[in-house]
């Protein structure tokens, strides 16, 4: 699965905006670098207050990315190629300018009245709870007051952002028509944003201040557990799979805020007839310090557990919601090329399908602004002035945002080292990250020892091996503190991964269950001069290796 941020990917038309076309003129490379499917970020027409998730029309296409004509020659290219396509659906909310909230907002008995969520105001006239806004917008709630009605509409996110309100029947079954309207089009499937915070608690109680509990702006909370898995959100997701996705052969990924191992069987397990499949934020999380192996290992070996259940899990370490994935969890200076093809090794050959985001496959780094104005994440911006409200210097506030924005990844594609990437012709709508003249695509086709080109093996080797797809994982060394090793067993076939992932040379353990086994090597990020494993006192910083045991 390849993630396209359509916004930064390629500007066939010298807006500084990546377009549909351009997307179109870069399927090539994608076939050649063996990707089956694109997951596309919102490309509805949008008032982009945050990049698209934030829709005013769920059946067209954004002006800036082209026309719904584009977005079906695009479908059948891409077929053509055999890469399917995914739509992100965003659901909670949509943008205070569609249609529906416009209509919604005029008066308490428009027809469109109940598409959203409003309530009266407290006796006081404040809000009619503490929820906080996820962007820390405004005075901080997550409500906003609409003086026409005089009542508040709730927004998780941006007051442009109100959240629709999946009791209401109706508005229901005015999403289901939409969504099958893109499938019958030949559209492959759904990534659907925040798909566990759709149902609100009952009576909008305040929240407590929980150890879920992000910040607190004013008294209102931004809580993560606030609307997250309430009571009665499968009832809304089984509707949706009865009313679009059965008996079509398609894919669904729910993007999984408060996804765990408890309960993800009760939104994906086939037998539910919900999703096929979420992605969780376990181990990749810009808020919390990277993952440590001992977390890597535990969480990876829950989750393969879990796959048992008749589930089907997913892997990344980066989207267009964090951090680029070489500069968190690689090196991103000397190690740069071999961090990035070892993170690729990880995500490859754990269970479940992986998932690319656009640039990791030429080692894309985060990016360093440095002045607030260049940044264009709401969430970055959002805490910075609530930093500075509460009293930290502007430098020293930006220095702990830098690493974690969300603009990190969603820089422009690096395609050249032309002007500004050959990203475009035009200004782009955010910066290039300065070391685009010597990371980009253009560099690593030069070489055949390439992150991508490694990707291209990586993908390739999927397809070959069994064990990757289907095997057990058992994790041998479970203690080292910088080498990752394990086992995929499938049938007749055992392969074997390393992984040093550190800075340093570690010296060389073969644990006593591999002692006397013969292996051969499929893959390394090493020149083949390295001898392999029994031929050598030491793995060096951030190798990865992929053997077949021949007598496991
Ligand atoms: C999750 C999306 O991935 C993120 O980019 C967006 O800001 C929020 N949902 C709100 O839609």
Request: proline share 6%.
């Amino acid at each position: 699965m390849y993630e396209i941020y359509c916004k930064s990917f390629c500007d066939s038309n010298g807006d500084g905006i990546g377009d549909l076309q351009g997307v179109i003129s870069k399927l090539p490379m994608l076939q050649e670098l063996g990707i089956n499917c694109i997951w596309f970020t919102p490309i509805f027409t949008s008032p982009q207050v945050d990049n698209g998730y934030d829709v005013a029309d769920y059946q067209n296409i954004d002006p800036a990315y082209g026309t719904l004509d584009d977005f079906k020659e695009l479908l059948l290219k891409a077929h053509a190629l055999g890469i399917r396509i995914l739509l992100d659906m965003v659901l909670n909310h949509s943008s205070d300018e569609h249609r529906w909230f416009l209509e919604s907002r005029k008066s308490k008995d428009n027809p469109y009245r109940n598409y959203y969520i409003w309530q009266p105001p407290k006796t006081d006239g404040s809000e009619p709870n503490n929820w906080g806004n996820y962007f820390l917008e405004g005075n901080g709630s997550a409500w906003t007051f609409d003086k026409a009605t005089g009542e508040y509409y709730l927004h998780q996110y941006s007051a442009k952002m109100p959240d629709l309100n999946w009791e209401y029947v109706p508005l229901r079954e005015e999403v289901y028509r939409m969504m099958r309207w893109w499938l019958d089009m030949g559209v492959d499937g759904f990534r659907f944003d925040i798909f566990t915070r759709f149902k609100k608690p009952a009576g909008f109680p305040d929240t407590p201040k929980s150890p879920n509990a992000l910040l607190d702006r004013n008294g209102f909370i931004v809580d993560r557990d606030m609307c997250t898995c309430v009571d009665g959100i499968h009832e809304i997701w089984q509707n949706i799979h009865k009313n679009v996705m059965e008996g079509r052969d398609i894919f669904t990924i729910g993007e999984g805020s408060g996804i765990n191992i408890q309960n993800v069987a009760d939104y994906t397990a086939q037998s539910r007839k919900e999703l096929d499949t979420v992605y969780h934020f376990n181990l990749v999380s810009r808020k919390r310090p990277p993952f440590t192996l001992q977390q890597f290992r535990t969480e990876q070996t829950q989750w393969a557990e879990v796959m048992k259940k008749d589930v089907w899990t997913t892997q990344y370490l980066s989207n267009h919601d964090q951090p680029r994935m070489v500069s968190r969890y690689g090196s991103d200076g000397q190690f740069r090329v071999e961090s990035a093809k070892l993170l690729a090794v990880l995500v490859h050959t754990m269970p479940g399908t992986p998932f690319l985001y656009q640039g990791e496959e030429i080692g894309m780094t985060n990016v360093a602004y440095s002045c607030i104005e260049n940044y264009n994440d709401r969430y970055t911006v959002g805490e910075y002035y609530s930093m500075l409200e509460n009293g930290m210097e502007a430098e020293q506030a930006l220095a702990i945002l830098q690493p974690k924005s969300r603009d990190n990844t969603r820089t422009p594609y690096q395609w050249n080292a032309s002007r500004h990437a050959g990203f475009t012709t035009g200004t782009p709508w955010l910066k290039v990250n300065e070391n685009y003249p010597s990371v980009n695509y253009e560099a690593d086709q030069k070489s055949s020892d390439s992150i991508f080109a490694f990707y291209q093996q990586l993908i390739r080797m999927r397809k070959d091996h069994p064990a990757i797809i289907g095997g057990n994982l058992e994790f041998v060394l479970p203690d080292h503190e910088n080498v990752l090793m394990y086992l995929r067993r499938y049938e007749q076939e055992t392969l074997l991964i390393i992984a040093n992932k550190s800075d340093c040379e570690v010296p060389v353990q073969v644990p006593p269950e591999l002692i006397g086994k013969v292996f051969r090597r499929l893959l390394s990020n090493r020149p083949e001069t390295v001898p392999s494993l029994g031929g050598r006192s030491a793995w060096l910083p951030w190798e990865a290796e992929i053997y077949c045991v021949e007598n496991p």
